[in-house]
T-cell receptor
Framework: SQQGEEDPQALSIQEGENATMNCSYK?????LQWYRQNSGRGLVHLIL?????REKHSGRLRVTLDTSKKSSSLLITASRAADTASYFC???????????????FGKGTKLSVKP | NAGVTQTPKFQVLKTGQSMTLQCAQD?????MYWYRQDPGMGLRLIYY???????DKGEVPNGYNVSRLNKREFSLRLESAAPSQTSVYFC?????????????FGPGTRLLVL
């Protein structure tokens, strides 16, 4: 019952470069969220974008949402070694399956930033 | 302000044994959730509690039971553990009762069922 699918599955870049991760989903949504998970830790919320928004910024993070293409992207600018983590998109929809209103998580993108 | 805490951090069980995973939050949130995370997979919702006194099944509830003990605490019980329940379990909470808001996660419980 996967709703969000991240692409790529893994990404390796050098410190200072930008990292872009994409998320595609299948049904209409109320909002889309991005979370980060450091190895062996819990998830940490990064940003929430609502279906009527097209772009949001938070520090070095920029999230876009294209509801016509059912896709979102997360851009991390000027990446640092500390950005190394897995990044998950999660969609919230009141109309999705049997979990109305609950978040549905993708499988994640594993980002490695080399110093 | 500890956020969301989970105990234990790690547990090894034999097939058929039972155990309870504990979760507590100190943010006065109404909604709480239990997820499991398997290698290469995203999180899958096991059970959730929209508010104190209510619980509902998520995507993968079979083999689990939950109790919303009070507003702060939400426990997950495995009555007869199976190897397929080897996973990392995360508890989360959010302001509610809307489920669409930011969720705050605990550090996880790593469970190995032999």
């Amino acid at each position: 019952s996967q709703q969000g699918e991240e692409d790529p599955q893994a990404l390796s870049i050098q410190e200072g470069e930008n990292a872009t991760m994409n998320c595609s989903y299948k049904t209409s949504i109320n909002n889309l969220q991005w979370y980060r998970q450091n190895s062996g830790r819990g998830l940490v919320h990064l940003i929430l974008i609502r279906s009527n928004e097209r772009e949001k910024h938070s520090g070095r993070l920029r999230v876009t949402l294209d509801t016509s293409k059912k896709s979102s992207s997360l851009l991390i600018t000027a990446s640092r070694a500390a950005d190394t983590a897995s990044y998950f998109c999660a969609t919230a929809s009141m109309n999705y399956g049997g979990s109305q209103g609950n978040l549905i998580f993708g499988k994640g993108t594993k980002l490695s930033v080399k110093p | 302000n500890a956020g969301v805490t989970q105990t234990p951090k790690f547990q090894v069980l034999k097939t058929g044994q039972s155990m309870t995973l504990q979760c507590a939050q100190d943010m006065n949130h109404n909604s709480m959730y239990w997820y499991r995370q398997d290698p290469g997979m995203g999180l899958r919702l096991i059970y959730y509690s929209a508010s104190e006194g209510t619980t509902d099944k998520g995507e993968v509830p079979n083999g689990y039971n939950v109790s919303r003990l009070n507003k702060r605490e939400f426990s997950l019980r495995l009555e007869s553990a199976a190897p397929s329940q080897t996973s990392v379990y995360f508890c989360a909470s959010s302001e509610g009762p809307r489920y669409q808001e930011t969720q705050y996660f605990g550090p996880g419980t790593r469970l190995l069922v032999l």
